[in-house]
């Protein structure tokens, strides 16, 4: 994991059910390089959101994170730190922006107070120092009015200025990696093109790492350097973009892009993914995917597929793929 | 010990001035003041009224020249001062304006002076009316003062942290909330004693479950609200979320449970002076040693009448502006005045 910013190793995160405990985040690992966009992409319950809120160690009870699981930040263990140095870890070296900007800002405070104290939370400086520094980061994340904006109350702002507060929250401390859980989800599309635009230049200006989560693969070629897609609580292909959108190996990953609509095929049927994912802890015994996999054969039902290696960059956990790939 | 109640008053005007002017500032209060005196302006000024009649009556000292029947020692408040119950006062019962004795029709000694007649002992009943109304304020005021910060403190506490604190709370509440109140009520005044301070602290401790159980409803609906994970995904700690994230927007929810306690606890005094627990001078004693003179012929009405229209009025006061504020602070409404 050297040179790396951000490694996770074999995160199992589990919620008890049922007699037992029901992994929902199984022994996944990816990386982070500084400064990259890393999409983490996958349809709902697939575990994505659990990674995130694990990797900043927020995951609420009863949800667990397992032994044997590694986080490494900067070279340090995460899952190792104490509460304190967890508390000055997040916000300043690991910073999160949620799914849901109406509901992300305290609805009695003012903006700006919010800002002012989460910048305080990390930083001694002055009511004053710190007033001014949230007017110059509404200001670049392009709030009109910065100075007036700072004594607006969250119910008096549009969707869209509230998700740009929430990034200007979040980024006054200059973290180096934000997670970014579907940020644009709950925006209406002309916000959302303009949201992206905003972190894609906020993400080239200081340098930070984004882990990206989502289900939209319009965002995706928008943002990514590399992506992760997850099904099951696992990493079905990793690679980097024109790998994973381009030539997609595994047929989870082919069928979610054969399933988005395009002008080019107008008119005909529109493809999709047969069957339903299977509830939380009735996956079956082998490959996840199985049940509703076009290319289903003997070993996929009983056996774990290992991760196959398609070149430097691009990796799939397929039987189908490693049976195709010379040893 | 008139400095406590001179201290009291002092403690209420610098607060109630701090309150205001930080009120002042903030836009949303303002507007929410400026409503609630548009909407509840008679009620405003009554209750206003009632508060000021009460600080008169806490405010006193001793001298002031001799004033017969009184020890030159005893501490006597403005009310005490205007009405001088120990010089204006009669033999028996008198009628209000009466210029002779109910009963027997003998002069009296200070006739048409006596505005709302005098009762078995001769004493003013209009003064003893005014004495109740600190006895009302402090029911209603001192025992909120008990009641809410515990209210808070276990129903947040539960809310937030759950687990093991949230089943231990629980329990309590449960418990507590299985015995009748009333027992329970008279048990702990039999048990502490039946001063002031004793009787509120049995009404706050019998009394907190129901706040309690609101507020840890709301709390855990608030731990799981994204402003709170924003907050702890950017490092914040647990006591700060809890007094800057779920304090404060419980603040509604205590403001309003504030005025719908105060007039169920200056009630429930009523009905502990019916069993012979009351405070002394409240209007729950006057209408129970009143009870009695209802069934005289002729009546003699003014002494209960009085007393119940005091209490009467102050209730109505506090629930229609308890009704409102309700409004004013719901954000639903809220928005649709913005």
Redesign the interface.
């Given at each position: 994991m050297n040179g790396q910013l951000l490694g996770v190793e074999d995160l199992t995160v589990t919620f008890p059910a049922r007699g037992g405990r029901t992994p929902v985040v199984d022994g996944i690992s990816l990386t982070v390089a500084p400064g990259e966009v890393l999409a983490l992409v996958g349809e709902s319950g697939c575990g994505k959101s659990m990674t995130a809120l694990a990797i900043?160690r927020?995951i609420a009870?009863p949800g667990r994170i397992e032994p044997g699981s590694r986080i490494v930040f900067e070279g340090r263990e995460v899952l190792g730190l104490k509460v304190t140095q967890?508390?000055?870890?997040?916000?300043?070296g690991i910073?999160?922006?949620?799914?849901?900007p109406m509901?992300?800002?305290?609805?009695?405070?003012t903006v700006g107070n919010q800002v002012i104290?989460?910048l305080r939370?990390?930083e001694r400086v002055g009511r004053a120092a710190a007033r001014d520094r949230a007017a110059a980061i509404f200001e670049r994340v392009g709030i009109p009015d910065p100075r007036g904006r700072l004594d607006a109350?969250p119910?008096q702002l549009s969707g869209g200025l509230k998700q740009r507060v929430?990034i200007a929250?979040?980024l006054v401390m200059r973290p180096r990696l934000l997670i970014a859980d579907e940020p644009t989800t709950a925006l209406d599309v002309t916000v959302q093109a303009q949201i992206l635009a905003l972190l894609r230049e906020l993400q080239n200006e200081l340098d930070m790492a984004v882990l990206l989560i989502t289900h939209d693969f319009g965002v995706v070629n928008e943002l990514a350097d590399r992506v992760a897609v997850m099904y099951g609580g696992r990493i079905a292909e990793q690679g980097t973009r024109a790998e994973v959108l381009g030539a997609p190996r595994h047929p989870y990953t082919q069928g979610l892009l054969r399933s988005i609509p395009s002008l080019a095929h107008r008119g005909g049927d529109l493809e999709e993914i047969k069957g339903t994912v299977p509830s939380l802890g009735s996956w079956p015994a082998g490959c996840r995917f199985a049940t509703r996999c076009p290319k289903v054969f003997e070993p996929c039902d009983g056996q774990v597929p290992q991760t196959v290696s398609l070149s430097e960059t691009h990796h799939a956990a397929c039987h189908d793929v490693a049976r195709d790939q010379p040893e | 010990m008139s400095w406590v109640g001179n201290a009291i008053v002092a403690v209420l005007l610098v607060a109630g001035v701090f309150i205001w002017m930080r009120a002042r500032r903030n836009r949303l209060w303002r507007e929410a003041m400026a409503a609630l005196a548009r909407r509840r302006r008679f009620a405003l000024i009554i209750l206003g009224l009632y508060v000021a009649v009460g600080m008169l009556d806490a405010v006193s000292w001793v001298g002031g020249g001799g004033v017969q029947g009184v020890a030159a020692s005893e501490a006597r408040s403005v009310i005490d001062r205007i009405f001088k119950p120990s010089v204006f006062r009669e033999k028996s019962y008198s009628a209000p304006f009466a210029s002779a004795e109910f009963v027997g029709g003998a002069a009296l000694t200070f006739p048409g002076r006596h505005v709302l007649g005098t009762d078995i002992l001769g004493d003013d009943v209009l003064y003893k009316t005014l004495k109740g109304i600190k006895v009302a304020l402090l029911i209603g005021g001192l025992t909120c003062l008990v009641l809410i910060p515990l209210a808070l403190l276990f129903g947040v506490s539960a809310g937030y942290f759950g687990g093991r604190i949230d089943d231990v709370v629980f329990f309590v509440m449960s418990t507590l909330a299985s015995i009748p109140n009333l027992l329970l009520l008279i048990a702990l005044i039999m048990a502490l004693g039946k001063g002031t301070l004793q009787v509120c602290f049995a009404l706050g401790i019998t009394g907190w479950v129901g706040l309690s159980r609101l507020t840890r409803a709301e709390t855990l609906k608030l731990r799981e609200l994204e402003y709170v994970q924003a907050a702890r995904a950017l490092g914040v700690s647990h006591p700060t979320i809890v007094l800057r994230h779920i304090l404060p927007n419980l603040s509604h929810l205590v403001i309003i449970t504030f005025a719908l306690l105060f007039t169920g606890l200056v009630l429930s005094e009523t009905i502990l002076a019916y069993l012979g627990i009351g405070l002394d001078g409240s209007w729950g004693r006057m209408i129970d040693q009143a009870r009695n003179e209802l069934s005289r012929d002729p009546v003699i009405w003014w002494t209960i009448a009085a007393a119940s229209a005091a209490l009467f009025i102050l209730v109505l006061c506090v629930n229609l502006i308890a009704d409102a504020l309700r409004d004013i602070l719901d954000p639903r409404t809220l928005r649709e005045r913005a």
């Open positions: 900043l927020l009870k967890m508390r000055a870890l997040r916000g300043a910073a999160m922006i949620f799914q849901e509901a992300s800002l305290n609805p009695v405070q104290e989460a939370l990390h109350y119910h929430m929250m979040m | -």
